[in-house]
């Protein structure tokens, strides 16, 4: 009785134990399902990161592409827009003459000399004279 014992003893701890170690591979094969999932939705985030990856870096070029087409075009206009102010400078220079030039016919309205033309207005001796040529036989 005391080895039927001994047996039921020992085979009741090997139960257990078989229990146990099942319990234990049943954990085991549980956290292998959990962690292939993990992976499974870490490669599928991963692709979709690396589809994003590529969607962002041809808009980085598009934009790229874009940004210097708008450099481009900038410099073209900062060149018209010298030329422009090179005009308006011509302009403002004639304007600045013509100006001169009223004056000189104002003086000789009022009977200013070539002598008076030449030194007010900067005209030459030729100049003068024929402003008041011409302009000073209308008073």
């Not at 005391?2 to 134990?17: D, P």
């Not at 599928?44 to 969607?55: A, I, P, V």
């Not at 013509?98 to 000789?108: F, G, K, R, T």
């Given at each position: 009785?005391?080895?039927?014992?001994?047996?039921?003893?020992?085979?009741?701890?090997?139960?257990?134990?078989f229990i146990l170690l099942a319990f234990y591979v049943y954990?085991?094969?549980?956290?292998?399902?959990?962690?292939?999932?993990?992976?499974?939705?870490?490669?599928?985030?991963?692709?979709?990161?690396?589809?994003?990856?590529?969607?962002?870096?041809?808009?980085?070029?598009?934009?790229?592409?874009?940004?210097?087409?708008?450099?481009?075009?900038?410099?073209?206009?900062a060149g018209h827009i010298r030329e422009l102010d090179d005009?308006?400078?011509?302009?403002?220079?004639?304007?600045?003459?013509?100006?001169?030039?009223?004056?000189?016919?104002?003086?000789?309205?009022?009977?200013?000399?070539?002598?008076?033309?030449?030194?007010?207005?900067?005209?030459?001796?030729?100049?003068?004279?024929?402003?008041?040529?011409?302009?000073?036989?209308?008073?």
């Amino acid at each position: 009785m005391n080895m039927t014992f001994v047996l039921f003893g020992a085979i009741a701890v090997l139960l257990i134990l078989f229990i146990l170690l099942a319990f234990y591979v049943y954990n085991l094969v549980v956290s292998l399902h959990q962690a292939n999932l993990e992976i499974k939705k870490l490669k599928q985030f991963t692709s979709l990161q690396q589809k994003q990856l590529k969607s962002l870096s041809h808009e980085l070029q598009s934009m790229t592409n874009a940004a210097y087409g708008v450099g481009k075009r900038i410099n073209q206009l900062a060149g018209h827009i010298r030329e422009l102010d090179d005009r308006q400078e011509e302009f403002d220079l004639k304007d600045q003459g013509s100006h001169s030039m009223q004056q000189a016919i104002a003086l000789v309205h009022k009977g200013a000399t070539i002598e008076d033309l030449v030194e007010t207005c900067e005209l030459s001796a030729g100049e003068a004279e024929l402003l008041i040529m011409v302009h000073g036989q209308q008073n």
